[in-house]
């Protein structure tokens, strides 16, 4: 990162849990921060998650209709989901939610009686992830 750069100050758009990885926004300009956090814009956050066990049609359909979360966190939006490749004991599901509650798909994928063993965000609105882990990049005029 260039002295610039680092002389700025920067806001994260969202975060990530310790256990979570993948795409994390980093910006200047507070319009932008407000923009993609307000739930009222619904940006949709994607999530690439290995889950513990065979989702079922069922469960699926559940994640797609909305779930009472733990810890008073009420009931999540619907979920677009999507079933990416079932193992022996695992299933990769891609998951676009468009709210931000704290530990959300952890948390939706526990109500189906699942769990989650690996999540990545791989995209948030038309940003995605399209570095190698720990690298960064500027943000094209389009992007923003």
């Known amino acids: 990162m260039s002295p610039h750069l680092k002389r700025m100050r920067w806001h994260a ?25 307000q739930l009222t814009n619904k940006v ?7 889950c513990k066990g065979l989702l079922t ?3 699926l359909q559940q994640l797609r209709t909305g779930v009472e979360l733990t810890g008073g966190l009420g009931t999540s939006a619907p979920a ?6 079932e193992q022996t004991a695992t299933t990769w599901v891609r998951i676009i939610i468009k709210e931000g509650k704290n530990r959300q798909v952890r948390r939706m994928l526990l109500a189906i ?30 992007e923003v």
């Open 13 to 37: 758009i969202g975060r990530l849990d310790a256990a979570t990885s993948g795409l994390l926004l980093f910006t200047n300009d507070g319009s932008l921060v407000h923009h993609v956090t």
């Open 44 to 50: 949709p956050k994607t999530y690439m998650a290995l």
């Open 57 to 59: 049609e069922e469960q």
């Open 80 to 85: 677009e989901v999507e079933v990416v490749e």
């Open 113 to 142: 009686d699942s769990q989650v063993i690996d999540l990545i965000r791989v995209q948030v609105g038309g940003i995605g992830l399209d570095i190698e882990e720990g690298g960064h990049r500027m943000l094209s005029d389009r």
